[in-house]
């Protein structure tokens, strides 16, 4: 167990009623953490307000199901000018929507306030249970359809999250009206501490090849050598020059199990450039309350 005693406060991305806002009270659930928590506008400011304040963390989606690594946060936390800044955890939350309204009976809903985003989520929902001629109002996010929902009759619903629900005082009239039933994103939570090995652990290392051939086959082999199970790998252009390719790879066990370190510093030597991000405990899937 990581010792969170000392953090003072969380950093995520806005607004408070994300859903990483919800991935934050996942881990502080996880931790028993009980902390300030900071909202703020990209994920390179969240990464950069961890690396400013030692006694933060920070959480960020890295993976959605849908659309893949999110790219911005590997690049980000490779970048740091901390080192030491690296992942401590990591979560698997379903991305649930819910209908949203003032009222508590769904039968009396006829008019839909959404975002166009929202309204291709959950198409399914609104052809085949609301009435058929039903109105829809545009918003421009699903916070801001919560929002104008105060300005409307008990015939007007929302599009949103549990915590959009619960922070503006508003019933679930029906949960996971989404189409894809699937959709799940991967948070992670990063700072300046160190694991212990828990026995159901993952390593994350990002490496750049020399320019010789069979450079990166000649790091795989070091895996296979030491029996290590590769479970993810990854390219990516860097972003300081398109023309190289950063390797990002999950295999299982901590670094500080048996032979891990060896293994990295066999791999180092052959890299041009190397970075230890984080060993931490595999995800665990969160079911949503």
Do not use: W
């Amino acid at each position: 167990m990581i010792d969170f005693q000392n953090i003072k406060n969380i950093a995520y991305l806005e607004p408070e009623t994300s859903f990483s806002a919800m991935a934050v009270d996942v881990f502080c659930n996880m931790y028993n953490m009980n902390c300030f928590t900071t909202p703020l506008n990209n994920i390179k400011q969240v990464i950069e307000y961890v690396e400013q304040n030692p006694d933060t963390l920070g959480v960020l989606p890295v993976e959605n199901t849908l659309d893949g690594t999110i790219r911005e946060t590997l690049d980000y936390l490779i970048a740091t000018k901390n080192p030491n800044i690296k992942i401590l955890s990591e979560i698997i939350m379903p991305i649930e929507y819910c209908l949203l309204s003032k009222t508590t009976e769904l039968y009396s809903i006829t008019n839909l306030i959404a975002s166009p985003r929202m309204i291709s989520k959950c198409q399914d929902f609104i052809n085949n249970e609301l009435p058929m001629h039903h109105t829809i109002i545009e918003a421009a996010s699903m916070f801001e359809a919560a929002d104008e929902l105060r300005n409307y009759n008990l015939t007007y619903a929302s599009i949103g999250n549990r915590k959009i629900a619960q922070e503006n005082m508003l019933n679930i009239l029906k949960e996971n009206i989404h189409d894809d039933k699937n959709n799940k994103t991967k948070y992670i939570l990063i700072g300046d501490m160190e694991t212990e090995p828990t026995g159901k652990d993952r390593t994350t290392v990002a490496f750049r090849t020399n320019h010789t051939p069979g450079a990166l086959l000649k790091i795989l082999n070091i895996f296979l050598q030491h029996n290590i199970n590769l479970t993810y790998i990854s390219s990516q252009p860097s972003r300081s020059n398109p023309d190289e390719y950063i390797f990002i790879v999950n295999f299982d066990g901590h670094v500080k199990g048996t032979n891990m370190l060896k293994v990295i510093n066999e791999i180092k030597p052959k890299t041009s450039f190397f970075r230890y991000l984080g060993s931490y405990k595999t995800g665990v899937e969160v079911k949503m309350a």
